[in-house]
């Protein structure tokens, strides 16, 4: 009951912070501490939940019928990045987008920040069709004002309108999903389906839960939206929508399975299937990016496949009442979602940081950036590490799950999926590791490309700060995850009802010794830095690099990040490029052009949307603008209303 | 309870010295034998430490774009290296830490320095230091779906996710896995001979930058970071190459008939890679990937007949 009220006051927190926010008498650090303080709730609340607190309720009426908000593990997993990434986005955002701009967009930025973690914190809590869908259309619509921030550009105005289709196209499914539940459930209200009376029916449900789910965790193919969303966005609402808001569609394929009463024994399969190519096609397409935020875009939808695969992995073991595949699969699920919420928001954060230095979020354009801005070079470096899959960072424990998960279900006789989920995971690690030594080698080694790197600084402390922040958890997460697991045993229990603990158990020596070998690594790179530190005193000197010998080499004959990334260009599907056509001894002059389209939304899809969006202005014909016109049509529709009535006995016997 | 933990400790300790002064001789192995093979006299065999002991007295130089990150790829390589020497089992004696899934750390240890090395290749913002990062990344990502089919196909022969159970495998090699095992360790011999920039991938002795892949990358290092370097890159030898000759030695009764094997074997091995390296050239850089695909390709059937 307490747990739950907190909750309940966070989100009323964050929501008179937004008011106060908006009106302009009302002083930012108000604002910002109303927050703040909602953050404190919401963690204290999850925390303590998820370390041995009971489940708490709080029951109400909605328009006379019962409705429920409550607290479990679940909900509290996924409070637990949503307030940490929200409170630290609230502080580094208040330099990095003051309320005094020109154009006054600081305020609504404020509002709809407030808003949106409002929304989601609502969001976990519902457990009524009609709240859940209220509280998921504030976060859709905050996000899409959140996203829509510089609307004064074109570009903008698109990424956002495309995200405002896509959500309430999801929206839309949702809302079928809901009716249907409505039906099984009797009423609004979620209870979990005590045995399986039709199958159809729970086919239906989960099939519409995947589809409008998927549309906002950005499964393949319903990912389209995601890039320039997050490319446009301002970066800590980009680390928020990418950390949080892409979460809420694993939430909510969590939640409503947990409800069901069994998975089919393919759906698991085929999740883990869809999530092996959506995590392959996310980083193909981050090798192919110029737009350091774009990057990160596509880096969130392989991370978010990777999750898929968890889940499927987990409902494989569920269909199967495997619980150590379960147990391995959401786990790593879950795990990872943590994981990426850390790395991820501090990568967008640290994105930030160059674009509020630079003003460009072309790569080709920076370099040398680290003796430029190196408090940020150094907190962003970890995340680096974290997004490669890479010891000893946190984001390497949650593969290493979904590797062993993956294992053991090719012991277990499901090996086709198994098999293509590694060799994908392997294959998605080391293409990561490619698309991120691309994305800090060419912003921040080197020697800068362009005058707007020459001239970066490192930002503010009160942006530096929660960079710090998450980089020390994602090292801390990588060398502790032994701690974490009794909660993830929680988390697994709710997300799949009557799974008992096995993680605490089953991987508690095996974590042991991975922290000790991690330990070991770090103090061996401890001491290599101290041996070459006492090395034999050098001249000081300006040396330049060697470069085999040229004399006076030039800033632009540096590797760039595309040629980098050019023999990859086989799984870039969007990139395309315009070679020059060289013929003859004596060659004249020639140009080289590339260039990215979103291979599915702007090569695939957009041409044929268009197309039935012309079709389609023929109805506009109906649209007079008259009201005379528009009553004509309520009273046909309620003639055509009435004779269904009247007929609908004879006509159907 | 001392006396029965001696005959561990012992090999714990003789494992550790192994990883510690074994290293830099396989290169020295290697180059004599390419020097018999070419009617030369060759460097001596213990060149390397010669030189390891020279650098270490050195002075080093730095450029004026480098920062920190220069000094990463050289420490992290010697220290993922040692740390994943750890891991892997030295013929049939069995690896000092051993867990289940210590086979992914192990993989990505191999991943982890070479993200450092080739972060610290870019640090210098040479142009012919990037090319170099851009082949080692590609190379190296085509190189670890074979290493991991590998584990993969191992894993599922005998259910543990453990090097030290899924290597030394007892009767690997009279049982049906007999085929399987073959193919891994062709396609791991390939993944050997890429990871270790040796001929016909790379060619460490090559004296033009624009045909270097790991050479070039280490051009700025010197002193004791391009010690780190060499020493890390002997690691490397020594430590996949234990990931190669485990499953293929036979297990004898004694310890220490099993660890005459593996050193037999690893000078076997160098002097395999020389005589490689003399009776053949260098690959064209566009043929690279193609024979680290065959290496993939040689596990993936591995991995598809342990699956029938």
């Not at chain 1, 006076?552 to 395309?576: E, I, K, N």
């Not at chain 2, 006299?41 to 020279?54: E, F, I, M, S, T």
């Not at chain 2, 082949?135 to 894993?155: D, I, M, Q, V, W």
Request: glycine share 10%; charged share 10%; proline share 6%.
């Amino acid at each position: 009951m307490l747990d739950v009220a907190l909750v309940l006051a966070s989100s009323g927190c964050w929501f008179a912070g937004a008011l106060a926010s908006a009106s302009p008498r009302a002083p930012e650090r108000l604002a910002t501490g109303l927050g703040l303080l909602g953050s404190l709730f919401a963690l204290g609340a999850a925390l303590h939940l998820l370390l041995g607190g009971a489940v708490s309720g709080l029951d109400f009426r909605v328009w006379g019928l019962p409705a429920r908000l409550e607290l479990d593990a679940l909900s509290a997993a996924f409070l637990l990045p949503l307030h940490l990434v929200g409170g630290l986005g609230l502080i580094y955002g208040q330099r990095y987008w003051p309320v005094q701009l020109a154009w006054g967009s600081g305020r609504s930025l404020r509002f709809f920040y407030g808003l949106l973690v409002a929304a989601m914190t609502l969001l976990f809590l519902a457990r009524h069709g009609l709240v859940f869908l209220v509280a998921w259309e504030l976060m859709a619509v905050s996000a899409f004002f959140l996203v829509g921030t510089e609307h004064e550009k074109p570009e903008v105005r698109r990424a956002s309108w495309v995200y405002l289709a896509c959500t309430h196209t999801g929206t839309l499914l949702l809302t079928a999903m809901v009716i249907l539940m409505a039906q099984r459930m009797g009423g609004l209200q979620w209870t979990a389906l005590p045995a399986s009376t039709s199958p159809w029916f729970e086919g239906g449900i989960l099939f519409l839960a995947l589809a409008g789910f998927g549309f906002k965790a950005g499964v393949l193919p319903l990912h389209f939206w995601l890039p320039s969303a997050h490319a446009s966005a301002p970066s800590h609402v980009s680390a928020i929508l990418s950390a949080v808001m892409l979460k809420t569609g694993i939430y909510g394929i969590l939640r409503v399975s947990s409800l069901l009463p069994g998975i089919p024994r393919g759906v698991g399969g085929t999740l883990l299937a869809l999530g092996a190519l959506t995590a392959l096609y996310g980083v193909g397409n981050a090798l192919a990016q110029r737009d350091y935020k774009r990057l990160l875009a596509y880096s969130s939808i392989e991370n978010l496949g990777i999750i898929a695969m968890g889940v499927g992995l987990g409902w494989t073991g569920r269909a199967t009442h495997d619980p150590w595949l379960m147990a391995l699969g959401f786990g790593g699920a879950i795990f990872h979602v943590w994981n990426h919420a850390l790395f991820k928001s501090l990568l967008f954060y640290g994105a930030g940081a160059l674009l509020h230095a630079t003003g460009t979020r072309d790569m080709e354009a920076l370099g040398g950036l680290a003796r430029r801005m190196p408090r940020t070079a150094l907190v962003v470096f970890p995340a680096v590490l974290a997004v490669a899959a890479l010891p000893p960072f946190n984001a390497f424990l949650s593969e290493w799950f979904l590797y062993r998960g993956l294992f053991a279900s090719l012991g277990r006789g499901y090996p086709w999926s198994a098999a293509l989920g590694l060799v994908a995971l392997a294959l998605a690690g080391g293409l990561a590791a490619v698309a991120f030594a691309r994305f800090f080698g060419t912003l921040f080694l080197g020697a800068p490309r362009s005058e707007l790197a020459d001239h970066a600084h490192d930002p503010a402390a009160s942006m530096l700060l929660p960079m710090a922040v998450l980089a020390g958890l994602c090292l801390a997460v990588g060398l502790g995850a032994f701690l974490l697991l009794p909660l993830l045993d929680r988390v697994i229990a709710a997300a799949a009802p009557g799974t008992p603990a096995l993680l605490a158990a089953g991987l508690r020596v095996d974590f042991h010794r991975l922290a000790g070998v991690e330990l070991g690594l770090l103090a061996l790179v401890g001491a290599g830095l101290a041996w070459l530190r006492r090395s034999p005193e050098a001249p000081e000197a300006d040396l330049p690099t060697w470069d085999c010998g040229y004399a006076a080499a030039v800033a632009r004959a540096q590797y760039t990040g595309s040629s980098f990334a050019d023999a990859w260009a086989p799984v870039q599907p969007g990139l395309r490029a315009r070679r020059p056509r060289l013929r003859g001894l004596f060659p004249g002059g020639a140009s080289f052009r590339q260039a990215f389209r979103e291979p599915f939304g702007e090569v695939f899809l957009e041409p044929r949307v268009v197309r039935v969006a012309e079709r389609l202005l023929r109805f506009r014909r109906f649209q007079q603008g008259h009201l005379p016109v528009y009553l004509l049509y309520v009273l046909l529709t309620l003639l055509g209303t009435f004779l269904w009535m009247l007929l609908r006995g004879r006509l159907l016997g | 309870m001392l006396p029965a933990m001696l005959p561990a400790m012992l090999q714990f300790l003789l494992h550790g010295l192994t990883v510690l002064l074994l290293p830099p001789l396989i290169p020295g192995l290697i180059a004599k034998t390419k020097a018999l093979m070419a009617g030369r006299q060759g460097p001596p065999v213990l060149q390397l430490y010669y030189d390891l002991a020279k650098l270490a007295r050195k002075q080093a130089v730095f450029s004026r774009t480098t920062t920190w990150v220069f000094l990463a790829g050289p420490v992290g390589g010697v220290a993922a290296g040692l740390v994943a020497s750890c891991l892997v089992p030295f013929g049939h004696t069995p690896a000092p830490v051993s867990f289940q899934g210590d086979v992914i750390l192990f993989a990505y240890l191999f991943g982890l320095a070479r993200f450092l090395t080739i972060l610290s290749a870019l640090d210098t913002g040479s142009s012919f230091e990037g090319m170099g990062a851009a082949r080692e990344a590609t190379f190296s990502a085509l190189a670890e779906p074979a290493l991991f089919l590998g584990f993969a196909a191992l894993a599922k022969a005998n259910g543990s996710l453990s090097l030290g159970t899924m290597l030394a495998f007892p009767g690997s090699l009279t049982t049906r896995f007999t085929g399987p095992l073959i193919l891994i360790l062709a396609g791991w011999v390939i993944v050997y001979l890429a990871e270790n920039s040796r001929i016909p991938v790379d060619d460490p002795n090559t004296h033009l930058e624009l045909t270097m892949i790991h050479e070039v990358m280490v051009l700025d290092h010197s002193g004791r970071p391009l010690a780190l370097v060499l020493y890390g890159a002997s690691l490397k030898l020594l430590v996949l190459g234990a990931l190669i000759l485990t499953p293929a030695l036979p297990r004898a009764p004694h310890a220490w008939q099993n660890w005459l094997a593996f050193y037999a074997a690893l000078g076997g091995l160098a002097v395999g890679v020389g005589v490689v390296e003399s009776s053949m050239a260098r690959f064209r850089m566009t043929k690279v990937p193609q024979f680290l695909v065959a290496g993939v390709l040689a596990t993936a059937f591995a991995f598809l007949l342990m699956l029938v």
